[in-house]
């Protein structure tokens, strides 16, 4: 799926709240007015909702094979019930708590580790009025979002190799030996976040650069009549007049958590960090397409996605009532 | 090249601009020494940030012009030792190489069509103010970016109808992006009044004529960035591969570099001497592959960061 930047300002309810039609259009009789003068529009919508009916809510509607046991002759319709059988044997696997710790502990890192580091990145090229530089670094670090998933990976990899990277040379600089990263389970997370960072930082940042363009100016004068110091302006004006955006991307990086990254777990994965690296994604994978238990796999991946909304809506309910911003 | 997101109404290239954005004169009164201390950190940090993207992909491309064996015994830092374009043609001689790169072009024009022509259709109706649903329609595109059906109910989908280890595979279950959606949404609703289309309707127009006439020409910027974010996707991807494909030929160069680079599939050697050589032009030759695998999206970058940039506010500020 094409994800936003970190999940930039996305006003779902205000969307709506905006969408709401006027009052003479409303119920059957708006329909039909409407169909009368745009048949065209709604022929031309068609197509569309069909994608999303078919790829989207068809997909919502198979996962009850997570309450039955699939078989590919019966199909998902014909398949007999099976209870929440598949649920408990999940529960029940020794590999539920550590595939679950890991899921949360990598996510929950990578959403401290990516929510704050950007907001500083754009706090600071705020303040440069060097505009050369300021483009210059705009653009380099804005660059490696555009590399792919795959090729971050493996620069990461060839980094760390202890047998060609650069990585390795530094560490025995310093006398410390060669250290295999990547086969040590415990440098797993660290990796992962770093290179997340490092691929979306300058991304991220562009959507706070943004809210700070939106500050009203007669604060910054304000704040220059009263005294302030570029310090204090930054904590009085730019972190209140950002931290809107800031929650409403702190939310749906939350909101994320438990959906985050199966395509860079799965690429850094090797069989001796598998005790850290292996996270509801791609256990779900694992199960359903490479053992063909696909009920077992859905019941996982069903888990995964109601806690992954619990998660959602009990993180946007606590920012709302602190700050008054949410999604909705 | 990327224009800064303050942008000045009235650039004035070399002349002093008569005030800057925050209403400063440009004569500045002295700063405080605080300010300079402060000032000072922040070039530092920044400077930091700049070489930390930096120097990773300058060794990269340094070691990929590079002798194997001075790569391997890391005399390579930011400058080739030994130049030579070995790794390369090591790399563009390999066959599933080639055919990754020709399937990755393929899906990724294919795609960017289809993607961005559904999205329009989808868009422009739900922009316009008297088109009846739009609110109902809208919540349920979104809903679909909170709670998704999961990896294997999708794939069922896919089996079913017979899209297994065809080129559709990876172009149709993600054809249409909501966030993109959305941003179309907000462009198409700022930016095209509604009494364009009320003179147009005066005039004649059937609503297809106006959005063929009118909406899309003036929605060049929107639909260049659109273009670029599926575009981008599209070559980057290589999960809805390692799902739906089995068949190699059909592979996408991500795939093909995840074979190569991460599970290192390459043959084994026979002698001690012949394997350790073949060893270090095989990671010659990843780096060299890093390289041609993102040329393309580098090349297309500068000129389009600039839309891209105000293609994201436009979505995230009025969105």
Redesign the interface.
């Known amino acids: 799926m094409v994800t936003p930047p970190g999940g930039v300002g996305l006003d779902v309810g205000g969307v709506t709240r905006k969408l709401r039609g006027r009052k003479d259009s409303r119920g059957m009789r708006g329909l039909k007015r409407s169909w009368r003068r745009h048949w065209q529009l709604y022929l031309l919508i068609l197509v569309p909702i069909a994608y999303f009916v078919v790829f989207k809510y068809v997909p919502m509607a198979n996962a009850i094979i997570a309450f039955k046991d699939y078989n590919v002759v019966d199909g998902v319709w014909g398949s007999d019930w099976a209870g929440t059988k598949h649920f408990e044997r999940f529960f029940e696997n020794p590999v539920f708590w550590p595939v679950l710790r890991n899921t949360f502990l990598l996510s929950a890192y990578v959403v401290l580790a990516s929510f704050p580091i950007p907001i500083i990145l754009a706090l600071a090229l705020n303040e440069v009025r060097l505009r050369f530089f300021k483009n210059t670094v705009q653009m380099v670090t804005y660059a490696p979002y555009f590399i792919s998933t795959v090729v971050v990976v493996s620069m990461t990899i060839l980094f760390l190799s202890p047998r060609l990277g650069i990585a390795g040379h530094v560490t025995q600089f310093f006398g410390l030996g060669s250290i295999d990263f990547l086969s040590d389970p415990d440098y797993f997370r660290h990796i992962y976040v770093v290179s997340d960072v490092w691929q979306t930082m300058g991304y991220s940042a562009v959507i706070y650069l943004a809210a700070l363009a939106g500050i009203d100016p007669a604060l910054y004068e304000a704040a220059r009549v009263d005294g302030a110091s570029r310090w204090q302006k930054i904590l009085n004006v730019d972190l209140p007049g950002i931290l809107p955006t800031a929650m409403i991307v702190l939310v749906l990086g939350v909101g994320n958590v438990m959906a985050i990254g199966f395509e860079k777990a799965y690429l850094f994965q090797n069989s001796l960090n598998i005790s850290q690296s292996e996270i509801i994604p791609t256990y779900t994978y694992k199960v359903g397409l490479l053992n063909a238990d696909f009920s077992q796999a859905a019941a996982i991946g069903l888990f995964n996605g109601a806690i992954n909304l619990c998660l959602l809506l009990g993180v946007n309910a606590i920012v709302k009532r602190l700050t008054g911003n949410g999604l909705w | 090249?990327?224009s800064?997101?303050?942008e000045h109404p009235q650039k004035t290239r070399g002349a002093r601009p008569a005030r800057?954005?925050?209403?400063?004169k440009p004569t500045r009164i002295k700063e405080?020494s605080?300010?300079r201390w402060?000032?000072a950190g922040?070039?530092i940090?920044?400077t930091t940030?700049?070489l930390?993207?930096?120097l990773?992909?300058i060794?990269?491309v340094a070691s990929s012009f590079s002798d194997p064996l001075a790569?391997?015994s890391?005399q390579v830092t930011l400058w080739p030792i030994n130049f030579t374009l070995e790794g390369y043609v090591r790399a563009l001689s390999d066959n599933s190489i080639l055919s990754g790169f020709g399937n990755s072009l393929f899906y990724t024009i294919v795609g960017t069509a289809i993607s961005l022509a559904?999205?329009v259709?989808?868009a422009?109706?739900?922009s316009?103010?008297?088109?009846?649903?739009?609110?109902g329609?809208?919540?349920?595109?979104?809903f679909?970016?909170?709670?998704?059906?999961?990896?294997?109910?999708?794939?069922?989908?896919v089996q079913n109808?017979g899209l297994l280890d065809t080129r559709w595979a990876l172009i149709?279950?993600?054809?249409?992006?909501v966030?993109?959606v959305?941003i179309a949404?907000a462009f198409f609703r700022t930016s095209i009044p509604d009494e364009l289309y009320e003179a147009a309707q005066l005039d004649g127009a059937?609503?297809?004529r106006f959005?063929f006439k009118v909406v899309l020409p003036l929605s060049k910027p929107l639909l260049a960035v659109i273009a670029l974010?599926?575009a981008?996707?599209q070559?980057?991807?290589?999960?809805d591969a390692l799902?739906y494909l089995r068949d190699p030929g059909l592979y996408p160069l991500?795939l093909v570099?995840?074979n190569v680079?991460?599970l290192n599939q390459t043959a084994p050697g026979l002698d001690a001497a012949a394997a350790l050589e073949r060893q270090q032009l095989a990671?010659l030759m990843?780096?060299s592959l890093?390289v041609i695998?993102?040329v393309p999206?580098?090349l297309v970058?500068?000129f389009v960061?600039r839309f891209f940039?105000k293609g994201?506010?436009i979505?995230?500020?009025k969105?």
């Open positions: 090249m990327t800064t997101l303050e800057t954005r925050d209403g400063r405080s605080i300010d402060f000032m922040v070039y940090l920044l940030f700049l930390a993207v930096l990773p992909l060794y990269i790569v391997s890391g559904l999205t259709a989808i422009y109706p739900l316009r103010s008297d088109f009846w649903g739009r609110r329609i809208t919540v349920f595109v979104v679909t970016m909170l709670f998704a059906g999961g990896i294997i109910p999708t794939y069922l989908v109808l149709l279950p993600q054809a249409i992006g966030w993109q959305i949404v059937s609503d297809m959005l974010m599926y981008i996707y070559w980057n991807s290589y999960f799902l991500q570099l995840r680079l991460i990671d990843k780096y890093i695998s993102t999206v580098m970058y500068p960061a940039n994201i506010l979505g995230a500020v969105g």
